[in-house]
């Protein structure tokens, strides 16, 4: 069954410290997306991809990198991480040819201390 | 700025009643209008969607009405069911490579026995 995996679904990391979060899509989707949900905001855009080594910038990308290696796996880096980045990031594929038609992940939990 | 806005942030209905659920834009190229239904602990997942030629999409008891003239739409749940009791985003797009959306804030919607 065609999904997308998020990893790790929680995780409690330090200020300062560097933080990865995984997404592994087996959707076979072109494009692929990271949004951060808090509540009172819904889910904002951080970064996405088209394709395999392509990243682009969404709307809240500072104090965020993105790394696309393969069709199947995009990363969201916190190279510095801050409390104000405490929250839940979902991780979504979706087809060129579906325009909104996204695939979530469950989600990760992070908090910074 | 908030882009795609919802309203209210909370509704509570009773079991077989219709919930309407409110959403407005700002933004005259989105073209494409998915809601997406969220249940604690999981992903969102796309419900009901409509496109900016339509002024109506019915699905079920799910029902997005539209009207373009004055950027706003609203999801209607007919006989609604406590199973139906999740937070309700209204998403936005224009017809892009990327298909990126846009959230709203959310509405929780609690449906009672």
């Known amino acids: 069954e065609a999904a997308v995996t998020q990893s790790p679904r929680n995780k409690v990391a330090v200020t300062g410290g560097k933080v990865t979060l995984s997404c592994n899509q087996t959707?076979?989707?072109?494009?692929m997306y990271w949004y951060r949900q808090d509540t009172g905001h819904g889910l904002r855009l951080i970064h996405y991809?088209?394709?395999?080594?392509?990243?682009e910038k969404g709307d809240i990308p500072d104090g965020y990198k993105a790394s696309r290696p393969s069709q199947e796996n995009f990363s969201l880096i916190l190279e510095l991480a801050t409390p104000s980045q405490t929250s839940v990031y979902f991780c979504?594929?979706?087809?060129?040819?579906?325009?909104?038609?996204?695939?979530f992940g469950e989600g990760s939990k992070l908090t910074v201390l | 700025q908030q882009q795609v806005r919802q309203s209210p942030q909370s509704l509570t209905v009773w079991e077989g009643e219709t919930a309407i659920l409110n959403c407005s834009y700002e933004?005259?190229?989105?073209?494409?209008f998915p809601w997406y239904q969220q249940f604690p602990g999981e992903g969102p997942a796309l419900l009901i969607s409509?496109?900016?030629?339509?002024d109506k999409k019915e699905d079920g008891r799910f029902t997005i009405f539209f009207n373009k003239r004055e950027k706003k739409l609203s999801l209607h749940i007919t006989d609604s069911q406590p199973g139906d009791s999740a937070t309700y985003f209204c998403?936005?797009?224009?017809?892009?490579?990327?298909?990126?959306?846009?959230f709203g804030s959310g509405t929780k919607v609690i449906v009672l026995p």
């Open positions: 979504a594929s979706g087809d060129t040819g579906r325009a909104g038609q996204l695939y």
């Open positions: 959707n076979n989707h072109n494009n």
């Open positions: 991809s088209y394709g395999a080594g392509s990243t």
């Open positions: 933004d005259s190229t989105f073209n494409y």
């Open positions: 409509i496109s900016s030629v339509s």
């Open positions: 998403a936005a797009s224009e017809t892009g490579f990327a298909s990126a959306l846009t």
